[in-house]
């Protein structure tokens, strides 16, 4: 099983909404990482998890913030979000930092 | 710094071989990736092969590692309308630059017509 689920589908929010995305994966993986997808873009690295603790930190703006509650779940907490930010976000895990990685499906994030 | 470089574009005949192919620039890199993505989708693994090996087959595809010369390509053969996609190159790491973080292409977008 190499699944890597992430939760909503799709998402729609104001510029004043505070909103979570979720992804989950029970593969034992240890490290976890977000990325954001411009349309006709390759995923950005925004942050990635080693063992829990926060490995990465690619210069992302405070308004998304990052939690690792347990080895099999990561979550990205959205807060007062710009248009710009309306992009692909995709969840990955890796046996360890630097193995290969699955994807999840993504959430489809559209700030109006 | 890394850089991966792919085509953006290839277009085939249902029934034909694709040959997408890609260049890196890192020498120390240790795994080099092939992942597929269909619209709206995530990045599907299809599959990678590391440095010291110069070829992987895996059913319909095949990898290519010229080490020398930093270029690696995906076959696949009997090209089907399934396989219409993005694909993106891949490599990693450890101990180079991108600390074992994933550093793309820009995807090549295959088109398979009927």
């Known amino acids: 099983d190499t699944e890597v689920t992430q939760t909503p589908k799709h998402l729609v929010m104001g510029m004043t909404n505070k909103k979570s995305l979720k992804c989950e994966q029970h593969m034992g993986h240890r490290a976890m990482y977000w990325y954001k997808q411009k349309a006709k873009k390759p995923p950005e690295l925004m942050f990635v998890?080693?063992?829990?603790?926060?490995?990465i930190n690619e210069s992302v703006p405070s308004r998304f913030s990052p939690e690792c509650p347990n080895s099999s779940l990561l979550n990205l907490h959205l807060h007062a979000l710009q248009p710009e930010d309306s992009a692909l976000y995709l969840c990955?895990?890796?046996?360890?930092?630097?193995?290969?990685?699955?994807f999840g499906p993504g959430t489809r994030l559209t700030v109006t | 710094g890394e850089d991966v470089e792919q085509s953006l574009f290839l277009s085939v005949r249902e029934g034909d071989s694709s040959v997408i192919n890609c260049t890196y620039t890192?020498?120390?890199?240790?795994?080099l990736y092939w992942y597929k993505q269909e619209p709206g989708a995530g990045l599907q693994l299809l599959t990678y092969i590391f440095s010291n090996m110069d070829m992987k087959q895996d059913q319909r595809l095949t990898v290519l590692l010229n080490k020398k010369d930093k270029h690696l390509s995906l076959r696949i053969a009997d090209t089907q309308t399934g396989d219409s996609a993005i694909y993106f190159c891949a490599e990693t790491s450890p101990s180079g630059g991108s600390q074992g973080n994933l550093i793309f292409g820009k995807g090549t977008k295959l088109s398979v017509k009927p």
């Open positions: 998890y080693s063992y829990e603790k926060l490995s």
């Open positions: 890192d020498s120390s890199s240790t795994y």
């Open positions: 990955a895990s890796s046996f360890s930092k630097g193995s290969e990685q699955y």
